[in-house]
């Protein structure tokens, strides 16, 4: 309980309860320091009497905590308890609020908070033992603004939802005690949004409002409204009743970055985070136990990143930070889903590994400097990361609380939280620039002839190599001299826009290269991309017995004396044909949809298409079509034409994948060259 308003005499003093208003005495073996306090916290105390005073005791076994009348720089310092490894602490700092100490359960979170944040005292204990706030008493003498991320699971849409009935919605009323035992000034809770309607954490607030005389605010804002990652978290502001209310500003919206903003290409990292980090043969079995493919699970670089999670690197085995023995059950699995965001590891080998995210990559995303002096263990750091409270959803809570001390106390112009959020999205963009620098372009090529050997050179004596795909084209160009295969993957890829593990370089009998490799030393060679089988050799198709001549439609004769024009006209196989008007007893005339007169028909030489030749069936099937958004477009491009011999040769080379049109040709072909053969004699 914590007695204020203090009447000392000897070691005896006279109060009243706080909250309560009840009239206490105190008396027993006070420590020499408390007496002449105004106010004290007493763990412990022994209960004597009531007799129109509440008369207690203190003794050795008792704690007391002593408290000096409230300043105004106890507000501008905090103490963070559910600390994890403190990163919202990074935005409290980042506004000018001075931190005194953190409270954490878990020893191994602990550690790593003493290792990002060296010089900040760490009490590695349980907030729900009111003997907690003694030990941060010892650390920390002065009250202080109590910062908390008040446990989750209770009342998140992953979790259970069970409220006040888990036990670990035990950290709501424990923080609102320290607040009481520490005097603090100020409160700042943190939890998922589904906490500000629960019932449960409802009561608390109105408790803490009646009682206590607090002034509550309370607000939801959402990370992805100014980042690349998703964050949608509930903050509420507590004020001593003197201090008045908060005025948080709305947080801002419409940010469009996405993950490839921050995070151009997949990293690798050292051997040994990507080790640690890389999917068990357990973790790859059960994250496919729904039948569901890994890839399902892979970040898409253009979107904004999912809510990272605690159990992002630990949900089918024991969690690095040691909060959890084990992984989650297979029927919890299964029932609720695996939440998860993997990378493909890059690289040149035929195999395919995925990893879960790095912490920093992580970190980028959520606000979160990434540059710190993180754990070795890879998983430990991940889960950590996924509990936080995003530093800029912190820095804009801590500097409205400053401008509103400011416009109390001070005469100057009061703090801005845009303009402290905005010069901590510098610092992540710069630090994540570090992590991912530019891809260097290549340099132009020299203007002087090498003396060296420039291997397989061009006419013009510059390096130059063939380069094929998978599906069937072969390009040549020239290259620098020391150009490797690294290069080339890299130019390839920033064309194409896919990562660097979606392309290998091989031989043209299929051996990988090294990314070292000089392209002078190869002639040609081939680029294997994911997704593509390589081409095959179809077997080829008995031949049609058509002769160019069988390709002129078929006219009776009294129908071409009819309907002849005047003069030649070229005649064409139209792919719009309507077979349906054909008819095997009485054939009739066949009927074209003429292309309008104002696009005349184009003749391309072979020459200008040759290219074409080159497509096997797959390559065929992965180009993509023209784009015709109108008629006069759409005629332009069908009255190209070719040679005859040209299009057989494309149309033997392309097999069966034509398209319904070549189909539709092919059939109209087949019904002239049988209406020539019954009209012959």
């Known amino acids: 309980m914590v007695v204020t308003d203090l009447i000392w005499q000897g070691l005896t003093c006279v109060g009243k309860l706080c909250p309560g208003e009840q009239r206490v005495r105190v008396v027993g073996c006070f420590p020499p320091e408390a007496c002449g306090f105004p106010t004290l916290a007493l763990l412990d105390a022994v209960f004597l009497d009531f007799s129109g005073l509440v008369d207690l005791s203190v003794d050795e076994s008792s704690c007391v905590l002593c408290h000096g009348p409230p300043q105004v720089s106890h507000v501008q310092s905090y103490i963070e308890v559910c600390s994890g490894a403190g990163f919202s602490g990074l935005g409290f700092k980042h506004a000018g609020f001075h931190p005194k100490c953190a409270v954490e359960l878990q020893p191994k979170l602990a550690e790593l908070h003493r290792s990002i ?9 349980d907030i729900t033992d009111d003997r907690t706030a003694a030990l941060i008493h010892q650390v920390c003498p002065e009250p202080t603004t109590l910062m908390a991320g008040i446990a ?30 520490l005097q603090s000034p100020t409160l700042v809770l943190e939890c998922v949004a589904a906490a500000r309607s629960n019932e449960y954490v409802l009561a608390h607030i109105r408790e803490l409002e009646s009682q206590m005389g607090f002034h509550v605010v309370d607000c939801c804002m959402k990370l992805e409204e100014v980042w690349s990652g998703m964050r949608y978290r509930w903050w509420l502001i507590a004020t001593h009743r003197r201090l008045g209310r908060v005025l948080v500003p709305s947080f ?16 690798r ?53 040691e909060c959890r023995p ?101 610092v992540v963009l710069q630090q ?52 490797t295969v690294r290069h080339l993957l890299e130019a390839e890829c920033d064309l194409m826009h896919v990562p660097l593990y979606e392309v290998q370089v091989c031989t043209m009998d299929g051996v990988a290269l090294p990314a070292d490799a000089r392209l002078c030393e190869h002639k040609a060679i081939l680029l294997k991309k994911h997704g593509f ?20 439609p078929y006219q009776p004769e009294d129908v071409v004396a009819m309907n002849a024009p005047a003069g030649d006209v070229a005649t064409q196989v139209d792919s719009d044909v309507d077979m349906s008007c054909h008819d095997h007893v009485a054939p009739m005339p066949i009927e074209h949809v003429s292309v309008p007169t104002t696009v005349p028909p184009t003749v391309l030489s072979d020459e200008s298409v040759q290219a074409l030749l080159q497509l096997s069936t797959s390559g065929l099937l992965a180009m993509v079509p023209p784009l015709a958004p109108d008629v006069k477009l759409c005629a332009t491009l069908r009255s190209q034409r070719v040679s005859w011999t040209f299009r057989d040769q494309l149309l033997t080379n392309q097999a069966h994948v034509w398209a319904d049109d070549e189909l539709l040709w092919h059939i109209q072909a087949t019904v002239m060259y049988a209406q020539k053969n019954c009209s012959s004699p």
């Open 117 to 125: 944040h060296p010089g900040i005292p760490v009490i590695n204990a």
């Open 152 to 181: 989750c699971q209770p009342y998140s849409r992953a979790g259970k939802q069970d409220g006040g009935s888990d036990v670990r919605a035990a950290t709501l009323p424990a923080t609102l005690r320290l607040a009481i035992f």
């Open 252 to 267: 801002p919206k419409g940010s469009p970055l996405v993950v490839r903003d921050l995070m151009p290409y997949t990293k």
């Open 269 to 321: 990292w050292s051997d040994e985070d990507e080790a640690q980090l890389a999917l068990t043969q357990q973790e790859i079995e059960r994250f496919q136990l729904g039948g569901e493919p890994l890839r399902k699970y892979v970040v898409q670089p253009d979107q904004k990143l999912p809510t990272a999670l605690h159990s992002w690197g630990g949900q089918t085995q024991a969690c690095a930070c």
């Open 326 to 426: 084990q992984g989650f059950a297979d029927l919890t699995l299964q029932s609720r889903g695996l939440f998860a965001q993997l990378l493909q590891i890059p690289g040149l080998s035929n195999q395919i590994k995925y990893r879960h995210m790095h912490a920093c990559e992580v970190a980028i995303h959520n606000g979160v400097p990434p540059l710190q002096q993180w754990s070795s263990d890879a998983r430990l750091n991940l889960c950590a990361v996924g509990q936080l409270a995003s530093p800029f959803h912190a820095t804009w809570v801590a500097t409205a609380i400053l401008a509103h001390v400011q416009k109390l106390f001070g005469h100057g112009a009061p703090l801005e939280p845009l303009r402290s959020l905005s010069s901590l999205k510098h």
């Open 432 to 483: 994540s620039k570090e992590l991912f620098p530019a891809i260097p372009r290549a340099v132009q090529l020299p203007t002087e002839e090498p003396s060296a050997p420039l291997g397989f050179a061009s006419p013009s004596g510059k390096p130059q190599v063939e380069v094929s795909d998978n599906v069937g084209a072969t390009v040549t160009i020239m290259h620098q001299p020391d150009s």
């Open 533 to 552: 089988e390589p081409p095959t050799c179809a077997q080829p198709d008995p031949e049609v017995p058509f002769m160019p001549e069988d390709m002129v």
